[in-house]
């Protein structure tokens, strides 16, 4: 190496930048030449793993004109050499890039990918372009990493404004660089039902369009703009979920009650308490008209649609919603008072806590665990609800003492709906303040407030996109 006006000229880049910061991470002179003649070699591999080498091997496809090779054998040169490595954390990696050969261990498929994606940010941002490049150079390093936490998730709202299978997938791969675990895909809400259900196919007839939107923050005016039909088939929810897999990421499908429901009771007014006419949202906030408990016919319709989500989510998670529920026409409604006298309940709350109670029973009778909004706590929580945690972390913190797991979801730090810098430079948003340094700086462990034993129940972090004020990619 000679040293010329104090850099260094056969060193162009000594410094690794990668996001989430690694465990460990040891700089060594010189770097490995990736070249179209690199293959990816694994060593010891696992079922699962042909997803990352093709996500490898595919990466520098643009930049080489051809993809690299995939070969089995032992350790070599100019080779990406793999090992799965089941005695090491699930998702625990080691990668060290050295002159003749890249080697990545991981404790699984997964954690080999989450290598991969630390190789991918070390290479120059051409290669995400597409750029022509004859090799590609990649630091000698030496990386220990494993994430803290399992459940490292990020919520897209698809309902207020959508958003196509292709950009879903772009959201979903911003998730796989960063080593994301969840994705969380809110699909009903009161300005949009996005999921077709074969069972009630009006949902998406109907519930799936808006008359128009409101302009800004309901003021009042509108765009004149019919808005949909806009929906995913069953079978392009497949693709999403088989493109989520490839990248190791599980999916949440959230299906919202008892509240934020005015796309389905557009679509069956029967099923609200007044009867309705019921209109698909034109703007945004939270409304007063809900489902109506006091009518069997609404559970009926409940497990209909969580049936067909549970069939084609493999995922053992389903979200119920249960956040900002207007409890106040089950106050007047007759059907509503009934139930509550006949089931000597005191007041609305132990109402909806009824309503989570039996969604529970029924995902817990089609093998599937419930996770809502931190609401589900009033009036009681189902005995074994996950608790996603967005109010603050109080929610969180009760949930944890009562021995419920927990994902951590604060607004003032896990909003990504809020501005993220000085709102005079920035498009139109919700509100809040959310820079990156704000949300990269929460510790979703609250370590004054739970026990050790209590903290183990906190499963994860995730930050939400709601779509408001996001009306396209853009
Ligand atoms: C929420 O932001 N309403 C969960
Ligand atoms: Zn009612």
Excluded at 83 to 107: C, W
Excluded at 314 to 321: L, T
Aim: net charge negative; proline share 5%.
């Amino acid at each position: 190496c000679i040293i010329l006006l104090g850099g260094c000229a056969s060193e162009p880049n000594q410094e690794v930048n990668i996001i989430p910061q690694p465990q460990q991470v040891t700089v060594a002179d010189g770097g490995f030449y990736l070249s179209p003649k690199t293959v990816i070699n694994v060593v010891k591999g696992a079922d699962d793993l042909q997803p990352a080498c093709t996500f490898m091997s595919t990466l520098v496809e643009k930049s080489f004109g051809k993809a690299l090779a995939v070969e089995n054998g032992e350790t070599k040169k100019n080779a990406i050499n793999i090992f799965v490595d089941p005695s090491m954390k699930a998702d625990a990696y080691d990668l060290t890039v050295e002159k003749n050969a890249v080697n990545i261990k991981g404790g699984s498929s997964k954690a080999v990918f989450y290598a991969m994606q630390s190789l991918r940010q070390m290479m120059p941002v051409g290669v995400e372009k597409g750029e022509k490049m004859d090799r590609i150079r990649i630091q000698n390093v030496k990386i220990l990493d494993e994430p803290r936490l399992g459940y490292r998730g990020t919520m897209l709202d698809v309902c207020r404004h959508f958003f196509t299978v292709d950009e879903v997938k772009t959201f979903i791969d911003m998730l796989a660089l960063h080593k994301l675990s969840v994705f969380h895909w809110h699909l009903t809400d009161d300005q949009g039902w996005r999921i077709e259900i074969k069972k009630y196919p009006e949902l998406t007839q109907i519930g799936s369009q808006r008359k128009q939107t409101v302009i800004g923050k309901n003021t009042g005016k509108y765009d004149g703009t019919p808005y949909g039909p806009y929906f995913f088939t069953q079978e392009e929810i497949k693709e999403v979920i088989q493109y989520a897999a490839d990248r190791y990421i599980t999916i949440i499908p959230e299906i919202e009650l008892p509240g934020h429901a005015l796309a389905a009771l557009a679509t069956y007014p029967e099923l609200g308490c007044t009867g309705g006419p019921y209109e698909v949202c034109q703007m945004w906030g939270v409304f007063p008209e809900v489902f109506c408990p006091g009518n069997e016919k609404t559970f009926e319709f409940w497990e209909g649609v969580l049936d067909e989500v549970a069939e084609l989510f493999p995922g053992e998670i389903i979200h119920i919603g249960g956040d900002e529920a207007g409890k106040g026409a089950w106050k007047t409604c007759p059907k509503c008072q009934g139930l509550m006298r006949r089931n000597g309940m005191k007041d609305v709350d132990e109402l909806q806590s009824y309503m989570i109670h039996r969604a529970e029973e029924f995902l817990i009778s089609k093998g599937r665990k419930l996770i809502g909004w931190d609401e589900i706590l009033e009036g009681g929580l189902a005995p074994e609800a996950t608790v996603m945690s967005w109010r603050g972390e109080e929610g969180g913190i009760k949930s944890a003492r009562m021995g419920h797991d927990v994902v951590m979801t604060p607004g003032g730090y896990m909003y990504f709906d809020f501005y993220q810098a000085d709102p005079k430079t920035q498009p139109y948003a919700i509100g809040g303040y959310t820079p990156i340094k704000r949300a990269y700086s929460y510790n979703p462990v609250p370590v004054d407030s739970l026990t050790a034993e209590e903290s183990k129940h906190i499963l994860g972090v995730q930050a939400n996109t709601w779509t408001e004020y996001i009306k396209d990619e853009q």
